[in-house]
């Protein structure tokens, strides 16, 4: 059918062509009927008017058609997408043991290595219980100081272009933004990619680009034989990983002889003022660690970090552009408790619409808007049975978009969370709401993420009013 070609395209690229026989392995001794089980509803039929959309976007019409969990097959690939809050549970928090994270890690390897995102089983718990101490309320709170200059940095750039009357392209500016706290925050380096380019952000987005386009390529040219040696797309991408590992082995260099100079003493809040970094404290922590292991994960909280953080601000700034009236309640709380200086952390934890516009934002257009996991072993998923090496997509924009669970699902609407009540979270929203996963996987950067793009939303529509460009290219939306 005519659907099915834009969805293998977009799906089996996922999946690099030596898993295609443990894929058929799966299909043939996988299925429920096959282990005598109940079997879960396989999509078939058509979808118009998907070209061109994200694969997500289809997934939500078979998930309305198909229900909670349903499988898609094409070729010898197969997939469970999971769009129901227990069965997320199940495979996030429950049972999180038994899966992996399959795919993504396959796709991820080559930026990230075994960093703290793709890595699983030992390598994940050793890592995870030396860098979440990292992240400490003392070190967030520090934090909220470096998301003001730079979000005031932006201030200044855009007052140029109000001044001048030009239109600006936020996206770009958002990711230069969280580039440049991601950078100061994770290793102390100044990328000051919102003043101007240079090699190392140059390279930063060669490597990005690679990442996106191995997770949505047809066919992995990156993976044949002398091409992959020879193409001068992955003569690029290698240059670019080289710089960005040279430039983290001399940060890794310099942060060891300051720890080695300091007389500090390191203590569960431990930070050092001059240089609040992730990377001081894992060094001054005595991490026993490889170098190339902290590189991974210097290289992954870097990706993590920025962004997704910057996708956040752009949609939501999107969105306060089609609805004027929250645009309007946001300035006025930031008004009222926003002074001349930038904001502290107090001022922050008073920003509560602010903090429910981006809480929305995050409903409606999730990052990532799936979680990808592999099955380890037998499990049931929903009453049905599973075998070992099924791939699973978690849809988080299915669950965010459930017109069951959610009123008026594609309104935009912050005031659906109580100012006074709890900030949602996938527990109080028992894995309807998932913007940070759940579970052990769970984002270690959450708190962060959410004070940077508070603190940044806040002082944007505190100086200016946005709006769309007139001729600014369609987006895809389902608001009302
Ligand atoms: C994991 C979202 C910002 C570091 C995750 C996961 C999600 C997520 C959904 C779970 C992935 C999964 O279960 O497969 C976000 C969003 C952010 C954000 C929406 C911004 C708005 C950050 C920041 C950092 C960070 C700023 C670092 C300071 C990580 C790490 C993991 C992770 C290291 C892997 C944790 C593990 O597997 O143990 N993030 N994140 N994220 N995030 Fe974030």
């Given at each position: 059918p005519g659907w099915i070609a834009p969805l293998v395209g977009r799906l089996s690229k996922l999946g690099p062509p030596g898993e295609l026989a443990a894929a058929l392995v799966t299909r043939l001794v996988g299925t429920g009927a096959a282990r005598g089980g109940p079997e879960?509803?396989?999509?078939?039929?058509?979808?118009?008017?998907?070209?061109?959309?994200?694969?997500?976007?289809?997934?939500?019409?078979?998930?309305?058609?198909?229900?909670?969990?349903?499988?898609?097959?094409?070729?010898?690939?197969?997939?469970?997408?999971?769009?129901?809050?227990?069965?997320?549970?199940?495979?996030?928090?429950?049972?999180?043991?038994?899966?992996?994270?399959?795919?993504?890690?396959?796709?991820?390897?080559?930026?990230?290595?075994?960093?703290?995102?793709?890595?699983d089983g030992e390598v994940w718990r050793v890592r995870r219980r030396a860098i979440v101490p990292a992240l400490h309320q003392k070190y967030v709170t520090a934090m909220i100081g470096l998301f003001g200059e730079a979000s005031d940095r932006l201030c200044q750039k855009l007052d140029k272009a109000a001044?001048?009357?030009?239109?600006?392209?936020?996206?770009?500016?958002?990711?230069?933004?969280?580039?440049?706290?991601?950078?100061?925050?994770?290793?102390?380096?100044?990328?000051?990619?919102?003043?101007?380019?240079?090699?190392?952000?140059?390279?930063?987005?060669v490597t990005l680009r690679e990442a996106e386009m191995r997770s949505t390529s047809p066919i992995p040219t990156w993976e044949i034989p002398i091409w992959k040696d020879i193409s001068p797309r992955q003569k690029k991408v290698n240059e670019a990983l080289k710089l960005i590992n040279t430039t983290l082995d001399e940060l890794i260099a310099i942060c060891k002889r300051l720890v080695e100079q300091e007389d500090l003493q390191f203590h569960e809040e431990y930070m050092n003022e001059q240089d609040p970094s992730i990377l001081h404290f894992l060094l001054a922590s005595g991490d026993d660690v490889s170098s190339k292991q902290l590189?991974?994960?210097?290289?992954?909280?870097?990706?993590?970090?920025?962004?997704?953080?910057a996708a956040v601000l752009t949609w939501t700034f999107y969105l306060l552009s089609k609805y004027p009236k929250v645009m309007a309640k946001l300035q006025d709380e930031v008004?009222?408790?926003?002074?001349?200086?930038?904001?502290?952390?107090?001022?922050?934890?008073?920003?509560?619409?602010?903090?429910?516009?981006?809480?929305?934002?995050?409903?409606?257009?999730p990052q990532p808007p799936v979680l990808i996991r592999r099955s380890l072993e037998?499990?049931?998923?929903?009453?049905?049975?599973?075998?070992?090496?099924?791939?699973?997509?978690?849809?988080?924009?299915?669950?965010?978009?459930?017109?069951?669970?959610?009123d008026d699902a594609e309104v935009f609407?912050?005031?659906?969370?109580?100012?006074?009540?709890?900030?949602?979270?996938?527990?109080?929203?028992?894995?309807?709401?998932?913007?940070?996963?759940?579970?052990?996987?769970?984002?270690?950067?959450?708190?962060?993420?959410?004070?940077?793009t508070v603190v940044a939303t806040a002082m944007l529509v505190k100086r200016f009013d946005f709006q769309m460009a007139p001729g600014a290219p369609p987006q895809y939306d389902r608001l009302i």
């Open positions: 879960i509803p396989q999509a078939v039929g058509s979808i118009s008017a998907v070209v061109g959309q994200a694969f997500f976007v289809p997934l939500y019409d078979l998930f309305l058609t198909y229900g909670g969990i349903f499988r898609l097959n094409f070729g010898p690939k197969s997939f469970l997408i999971v769009s129901d809050p227990g069965i997320a549970k199940h495979i996030l928090r429950e049972n999180s043991k038994a899966y992996s994270k399959g795919i993504l890690a396959e796709i991820l390897e080559f930026v990230m290595g075994t960093g703290l995102i793709p890595a001044s001048d009357g030009e239109d600006v392209e936020m996206e770009s500016l958002f990711s230069r933004l969280t580039l440049d706290v991601i950078g100061k925050a994770v290793f102390n380096y100044d990328f000051d990619s919102l003043s101007y380019d240079n090699g190392i952000v140059e390279a930063v987005y590189r991974d994960d210097l290289m992954t909280m870097l990706i993590a970090g920025h962004e997704t953080s008004d009222s408790i926003l002074g001349d200086g930038l904001p502290t952390i107090e001022d922050v934890k008073k920003l509560k619409y602010t903090t429910r516009v981006i809480n929305e934002s995050l409903r409606l257009y037998d499990d049931m998923l929903g009453g049905y049975p599973i075998g070992r090496g099924e791939d699973i997509f978690i849809s988080v924009w299915n669950l965010h978009h459930c017109p069951k669970h959610w609407n912050p005031e659906r969370w109580p100012l006074d009540g709890p900030n949602p979270n996938e527990i109080n929203q028992n894995f309807s709401y998932l913007p940070f996963g759940g579970g052990p996987r769970k984002c270690v950067g959450d708190m962060f993420a959410t004070f940077e």
